[in-house]
């Protein structure tokens, strides 16, 4: 697929620095089109690193064949790791805050505590206010880094960081049922969604923003209209 696919923006199955001007165009034409695709499933880091290696002319990868390929190297498999070492961090810290004090948890399930009506002690106090909130920007990072997370051609960034979002809410909710005075609910579930995809959504626009910055500044030095 993604071999079909680097085919179809290139015309060819390999970019060599041997092509000249015409490979320029080509390419030029590809990152157009890449940046048109951000809320696909190529992975969002997989392009930016595409419109990166191209900015800095490295026409020495002569090798690559794929959009896969060149983000399974060394380099995509490093930014890779980082974005997800930070993604694990972060988690990591949530889960923690969340789960304090454990003096509360006593390993028996209290269903009687459970709010399952999403949403129905919502109100305009500043307290339900903020703690709504709270729990929407807690996982906006959670949405970010596991979009940056997605190397791989064969997953949607949105769909894994969702994912990722509603596992992870609905774990911090389990662990609430087996605790005295806490309040699990299906609405803190949905808030935690909608957090980690507005997270998504910004790692889109950042990288769009930033794609069409360069082709742009790109453009400008060599007297692009």
Known sequence: MAHSFTRHLFG????????????????????????????????????????????????????LTSLAEYTSGMDGYMVC??????????????????????SRFDGIPHWQSVHWIPFRDLT????????????????????????RS????????LLMACLIGFVSSFSIETYQLFCLDRVPSIGDVLMNVIGTASGAWLAFTID?????????FRNSRAGVT
């Open 124 to 147: 305009w106090h500043r307290t339900v206010l903020l703690e709504a909130v709270l729990n929407i920007l807690a996982f906006v990072p959670v949405g970010y880094l596991s979009v």
């Open 208 to 216: 769009q923003i930033l794609g069409w910055w360069s082709l742009r």
């Open 81 to 102: 790791t980082a974005w997800r070492a930070m993604l694990v961090l972060w988690l990591m810290c949530v889960l923690l805050v969340i789960s304090l004090p454990w």
């Open 12 to 63: 060819k199955s390999r970019i060599g620095p041997t092509n000249g001007f015409c490979v320029r165009c080509q390419i030029d034409n590809a990152a157009g089109q890449i940046m048109g695709m951000a809320a696909t499933k190529q992975a969002s880091i997989g392009k930016w690193l595409v419109l990166k290696w191209y900015s800095q002319n490295a026409w020495s990868c002569s090798g």
């Open 150 to 157: 997605v190397c791989s051609l064969k997953w949607s960034p």
